[in-house]
């Protein structure tokens, strides 16, 4: 016999041990807990508690004569039938998605001797569950989403995709169906998910409950919608943020910088941002300049600003066991933990990481970061090492404050991220943007600008790029960028190189943000990466050139073409990120995004739309001089470099010499390249 409780706003269903829970959570969605436990774990992980209610459109029914309960919330309806298994269904009736169970109890369908179970809870000796949770496949679905993994497949169907934060991997466990559902895993523990052509399974290695979360939309804007309105959404970008930004592997002292940054204003370039990158610190774990190479950061920062130039800093959450805020934060627990071993690394040092989920270590980082950074007027910060990415990379290892890693892992950028949100909206600011190597569910209301990592200079890395960028916009995540060129592997003075770097700059100046960074070869000082400096401590050198007049002349103007081109943009990126801000709208979207009618454009997986007026189609292949483009149907279409006009729904051969990328204006639009 099983239990039915409908007497709350929520729906309550009991058989067994098995406790399900399903409950109202934002518009159109419903949020879905189940327990072998007492009582249901009260986290709520990536959702937001105030959106809990939804829009007041709620109906509970327990059909006794059918033996079925349902809980319909606005489009969305959950029924679960009298073997306790669910059915997702939208406004109209069409099953949007269903647990898969194959068993001897419905003779009317699955008369099957195999016995799978929708819901598997398998005990770990002396601990909490695995749980895996499975779904029926449908042949005319296609996925997309999941976050950013280093793929060329934008449709995730048919894949395994591991569930776990690495350097150029992060795990948004968010995706849109194109039967019209959007799915969060809403937990943070190691796991997979296996998108089969027989059934969909999500598995948590090690967890207390099942959570997840479920919202149906007509189009995938109202999905996203959806989704954000429980998870958060960005700020509203900066005006001061939206241009050009220039990085490298290293600037060593003030400067080189300066240098860099006045060659910029000499040549009348405009550029928004200029990074310190690492280990421009004493020790990790100071958060603070080294003032034998950065004298006076005060000066430094005034004459930037009169530039029109804002400087972001990098901030590692790697501590020193000799750094001047290690003892601290050793002493209140707020350093990661083994499980087994040790987890210090050599590193340029002997270090460990901080725990972001730890309040009061969060604490000590912010009033380092206030004091030396924010308060001298800094307020970009580039939070690297966001996994955190330890040198054995085994998260099962690492015993967080909120819980082992196990169970919690994933959510470690989150933590990271709001960190820095918590402190710096607490001093006032309103619209905070941090570059952050990885993210989770959510990352988004904190400002977290996510990029791809420290990813190779190929022309096979340059066309993951596209697919990793469109997949973690719609996980939720608007702001994305890319290191221009890839991040090691490139030869400055290499010709074939120089291709490349020109084909990914096009690309980077259609992107969210458009910022060149990397890693260039071949190293200087001469001896080598990593080097002494005076005082016999350990740091690293500046890596080539990596300006946009250290390509050549010809590079240079192209370069300088695309700067300006998306200085001329304004107006239309901020209208775009205003879309971002109010409604969870991706920058960059890919097809099946922005023309969801039109499922021949599904296929083009390499060509999106950055904002509601402007197609890319990124030539990531050398030697290239044209491309084939599809063009949605329903518009006209002008091409950038020709002025010709398109009728959508075709493919057309794109111009595509060296100093141009191909683009295409919708027709109406308002926008003038």
């Given at each position: 016999?099983?239990?039915?409780?409908?007497?709350?706003?929520?729906?309550?269903?009991?058989?067994?041990?098995?406790?399900?829970?399903?409950?109202?959570?934002?518009?159109?969605?419903?949020?879905?807990?189940?327990?072998?436990?007492?009582?249901?774990?009260?986290?709520?992980?990536?959702?937001?508690?105030?959106?809990?209610?939804?829009?007041?459109?709620?109906?509970?029914?327990?059909?006794?004569?059918?033996?079925?309960?349902?809980?319909?919330?606005?489009?969305?309806?959950?029924?679960?039938?009298?073997?306790?298994?669910?059915?997702?269904?939208?406004?109209?009736?069409?099953?949007?998605?269903?647990?898969?169970?194959?068993?001897?109890?419905?003779?009317?369908?699955?008369?099957?001797?195999?016995?799978?179970?929708?819901?598997?809870?398998?005990?770990?000796?002396?601990?909490?569950?695995?749980?895996?949770?499975?779904?029926?496949?449908?042949?005319?679905?296609?996925?997309?989403?999941?976050?950013?993994?280093?793929?060329?497949?934008?449709?995730?169907?048919?894949?395994?995709?591991?569930?776990?934060?690495?350097?150029?991997?992060?795990?948004?466990?968010?995706?849109?169906?194109?039967?019209?559902?959007?799915?969060?895993?809403?937990?943070?523990?190691?796991?997979?998910?296996?998108?089969?052509?027989?059934?969909?399974?999500?598995?948590?290695?090690?967890?207390?409950q099942m959570d997840y979360w479920i919202t149906a939309?007509?189009?995938?804007?109202?999905?996203?919608?959806?989704?954000?309105?429980?998870?958060?959404?960005?700020?509203?970008?900066?005006?001061?943020?939206?241009?050009?930004?220039?990085?490298?592997?290293?600037?060593?002292?003030?400067?080189?910088?300066?240098?860099?940054?006045?060659?910029?204003?000499?040549?009348?370039?405009?550029?928004?941002?200029?990074?310190?990158?690492?280990?421009?610190?004493?020790?990790?774990?100071?958060?603070?300049?080294?003032?034998?190479?950065?004298?006076?950061?005060?000066?430094?920062?005034?004459?930037?600003?009169?530039?029109?130039?804002?400087?972001?800093?990098?901030?590692?959450?790697?501590?020193?066991?000799?750094?001047?805020?290690?003892?601290?934060?050793?002493?209140?627990?707020?350093?990661?933990?083994?499980?087994?071993?040790?987890?210090?690394?050599?590193?340029?040092?002997?270090?460990?990481?901080?725990?972001?989920?730890?309040?009061?270590?969060?604490?000590?980082?912010?009033?380092?970061?206030?004091?030396?950074?924010?308060?001298?007027?800094?307020?970009?910060?580039?939070?690297?090492?966001?996994?955190?990415?330890?040198?054995?990379?085994?998260?099962?290892?690492?015993?967080?404050?909120?819980?082992?890693?196990?169970?919690?892992?994933?959510?470690?950028?989150?933590?990271?991220?709001?960190?820095?949100?918590?402190?710096?909206?607490?001093?006032?600011?309103?619209?905070?943007?941090?570059?952050?190597?990885?993210?989770?569910?959510?990352?988004?209301?904190?400002?977290?600008?996510l990029w791809s990592g420290d990813v190779y200079s190929?022309?096979?890395?340059?066309?993951?790029?596209?697919?990793?960028?469109?997949?973690?916009?719609?996980?939720?995540?608007?702001?994305?960028?890319?290191?221009?060129?890839?991040?090691?592997?490139?030869?400055?003075?290499?010709?074939?190189?120089?291709?490349?770097?020109?084909?990914?700059?096009?690309?980077?100046?259609?992107?969210?943000?458009?910022?060149?960074?990397?890693?260039?070869?071949?190293?200087?000082?001469?001896?080598?990466?990593?080097?002494?400096?005076?005082?016999?401590?350990?740091?690293?050198?500046?890596?080539?050139?990596?300006?946009?007049?250290?390509?050549?002349?010809?590079?240079?103007?192209?370069?300088?073409?695309?700067?300006?081109?998306?200085?001329?943009?304004?107006?239309?990126?901020?209208?775009?990120?205003?879309?971002?801000?109010?409604?969870?709208?991706?920058?960059?979207?890919?097809?099946?995004?922005?023309?969801?009618?039109?499922?021949?454009?599904?296929?083009?997986?390499?060509?999106?739309?950055?904002?509601?007026?402007?197609?890319?189609?990124?030539?990531?292949?050398?030697?290239?001089?044209?491309?084939?483009?599809?063009?949605?149907?329903?518009?006209?279409?002008?091409?950038?470099?020709?002025?010709?006009?398109?009728?959508?729904?075709?493919?057309?051969?794109?111009?595509?010499?060296?100093?141009?990328?191909?683009?295409?204006?919708?027709?109406?639009?308002?926008?003038?390249?």
């Open positions: 016999m099983s239990i039915v409780d409908i007497s709350n706003d929520y729906l309550y269903y009991q058989r067994g041990r098995e406790k399900i829970r399903i409950e109202p959570w934002g518009k159109d969605s419903l949020r879905i807990r189940v327990t072998y436990s007492e009582s249901f774990l009260d986290e709520n992980w990536a959702l937001m508690p105030e959106a809990r209610r939804g829009d007041g459109d709620v109906e509970l029914n327990h059909d006794k004569e059918n033996n079925t309960v349902s809980i319909r919330n606005g489009k969305i309806t959950a029924i679960i039938d009298g073997h306790g298994y669910i059915a997702y269904y939208n406004q109209n009736g069409k099953e949007l998605t269903r647990e898969y169970w194959r068993n001897r109890i419905d003779l009317t369908q699955y008369c099957v001797p195999v016995n799978y179970k929708a819901r598997e809870f398998k005990p770990i000796i002396g601990g909490d569950w695995k749980v895996t949770a499975y779904f029926e496949a449908y042949s005319d679905e296609r996925l997309y989403g999941l976050g950013q993994y280093q793929e060329k497949y934008l449709n995730r169907k048919g894949l395994t995709l591991e569930l776990s934060q690495r350097n150029s991997q992060a795990s948004i466990p968010f995706m849109i169906s194109t039967r019209g559902y959007g799915f969060l895993w809403n937990n943070p523990a190691l796991g997979r998910v296996t998108l089969g052509l027989n059934r969909t399974e999500w598995v948590a290695n090690s967890t207390k939309g007509d189009t995938p804007a109202d999905i996203m919608e959806n989704y954000t309105g429980v998870t958060g959404r960005v700020p509203m970008m900066r005006d001061d943020v939206m241009g050009f930004w220039q990085s490298k592997l290293r600037y060593r002292t003030q400067e080189e910088l300066m240098t860099v940054a006045r060659e910029y204003k000499r040549r009348g370039v405009p550029l928004d941002v200029i990074v310190v990158d690492f280990f421009h610190w004493p020790k990790q774990g100071d958060w603070k300049f080294d003032l034998k190479h950065w004298p006076d950061p005060d000066a430094m920062i005034r004459e930037l600003n009169d530039m029109g130039t804002r400087l972001m800093v990098s901030i590692w959450p790697t501590v020193d066991v000799e750094s001047e805020n290690h003892a601290e934060l050793a002493e209140m627990g707020g350093l990661i933990q083994a499980d087994h071993g040790n987890l210090y690394s050599t590193f340029m040092g002997y270090t460990t990481y901080y725990d972001a989920t730890h309040p009061g270590a969060n604490e000590v980082v912010w009033r380092a970061v206030k004091k030396n950074y924010f308060d001298k007027g800094i307020d970009l910060f580039w939070l690297d090492q966001a996994e955190p990415e330890t040198a054995s990379n085994d998260m099962e290892n690492v015993r967080y404050h909120i819980g082992s890693g196990a169970q919690v892992a994933n959510i470690y950028p989150f933590f990271y991220s709001k960190a820095f949100y918590d402190g710096m909206t607490a001093a006032g600011m309103d619209k905070v943007l941090n570059l952050v190597r990885c993210a989770w569910a959510g990352s988004q209301r904190f400002g977290t600008l190929s022309w096979r890395t340059l066309r993951e790029q596209i697919c990793a960028g469109l997949s973690a916009s719609v996980s939720g995540i608007p702001w994305w960028t890319c290191d221009i060129g890839g991040f090691i592997g490139g030869y400055t003075d290499d010709p074939d190189f120089h291709e490349l770097f020109i084909r990914w700059f096009q690309l980077g100046a259609f992107l969210p943000v458009f910022r060149l960074h990397g890693e260039r070869l071949p190293h200087w000082p001469c001896e080598g990466m990593r080097y002494k400096a005076e005082n016999g401590d350990p740091q690293f050198g500046s890596g080539a050139d990596n300006e946009i007049w250290s390509y050549g002349e010809d590079n240079y103007e192209i370069c300088r073409k695309y700067i300006l081109m998306r200085k001329k943009l304004f107006p239309y990126i901020k209208r775009t990120m205003r879309q971002a801000h109010e409604k969870g709208t991706p920058v960059i979207r890919p097809l099946f995004f922005a023309y969801p009618e039109d499922t021949t454009g599904y296929d083009y997986e390499d060509t999106y739309m950055f904002g509601d007026d402007i197609l890319v189609s990124p030539v990531y292949e050398p030697g290239v001089t044209e491309k084939v483009v599809y063009l949605p149907k329903g518009e006209h279409w002008r091409e950038v470099a020709t002025g010709k006009v398109y009728e959508g729904g075709q493919c057309v051969t794109a111009v595509a010499p060296i100093d141009t990328i191909p683009l295409f204006i919708r027709q109406g639009s308002d926008v003038e390249l």
